[in-house]
T-cell receptor, first 113, second 114 residues
Framework: DVKVTQSSRYLVKRTGEKVFLECVQDMDHENMFWYRQDPGLGLRLIYFSYDVKMKEKGDIPEGYSVSREKKERFSLILESASTNQTSMYLC????????????FGDGTRLSIL | AQSVTQLGSHVSVSEGALVLLRCNYSSSVPPYLFWYVQYPNQGLQLLLKYTSAATLVKGINGFEAEFKKSETSFHLTKPSAHMSDAAEYFCAVRVDNYGQNFVFGPGTRLSVLP
């Protein structure tokens, strides 16, 4: 079974802090993704990566950056957290073929005070 | 551009009744379609997928979906609802031929009444 692990289930930070969200997958997947989920808006793609040290912007990259130094790990960074970044953050991974599903972690509920 | 519409943000059914959750998509490439379920405070779990084989796809927990190209639909059904089916359901379509990005619908929250 694919396991996607997000480092924290709940996180509370203050405005202006630099925040790191970590995601690790154990199935040697090429692709990794970061989404945020807000009520009524569904899932919105922040960044994704198809390979180590590779990253691409998604639909809402502003205020975020990512790092993928190893294949199994994909980190999301909030450079200077703001209250409008309070959300549920979901990490996903998948094999390279386009007919493969994405596998999700349990999410990190982030609150910025 | 690819998009997904889910009719009804909230659907209520009685236990034992038919579940029907609607999904319509638009795609400029042959569609790969997916249904996911999300239980409270959890991530998304794959229910089933359509990847150009059989148009009627069976998934986990008794769910199935039928791909209808002429209607650009991929509705999710289950003959008899169970209390444990209460959750949020997301339909997704892949974005392009080469990548692995999806567009997700806004979700439908399913309530099951005793």
């Amino acid at each position: 079974d694919v396991k996607v692990t997000q480092s924290s289930r709940y996180l509370v930070k203050r405005t202006g802090e630099k925040v790191f969200l970590e995601c690790v997958q154990d199935m040697d997947h090429e692709n990794m993704f970061w989404y945020r989920q807000d009520p009524g808006l569904g899932l919105r793609l922040i960044y994704f990566s198809y390979d180590v040290k590779m990253k691409e912007k998604g639909d809402i990259p502003e205020g975020y950056s990512v790092s993928r130094e190893k294949k199994e790990r994909f980190s999301l960074i909030l450079e200077s957290a703001s209250t409008n970044q309070t959300s549920m953050y979901l990490c996903a991974s998948s094999l390279g073929q386009s007919n493969q599903p994405q596998h999700f972690g349990d999410g990190t509920r982030l609150s910025i005070l | 551009a690819q998009s997904v519409t889910q009719l009804g943000s909230h659907v209520s059914v009685s236990e034992g009744a038919l579940v029907l959750l609607r999904c319509n998509y638009s795609s400029s490439v042959p569609p790969y379609l997916f249904w996911y379920v999300q239980y409270p405070n959890q991530g998304l779990q794959l229910l089933l997928k359509y990847t150009s084989a059989a148009t009627l796809v069976k998934g986990i927990n008794g769910f199935e979906a039928e791909f209808k190209k002429s209607e650009t639909s991929f509705h999710l059904t289950k003959p008899s609802a169970h209390m444990s089916d209460a959750a949020e359901y997301f339909c997704a379509v892949r974005v392009d031929n080469y990548g692995q990005n999806f567009v997700f619908g806004p979700g439908t929250r399913l309530s099951v009444l005793p």
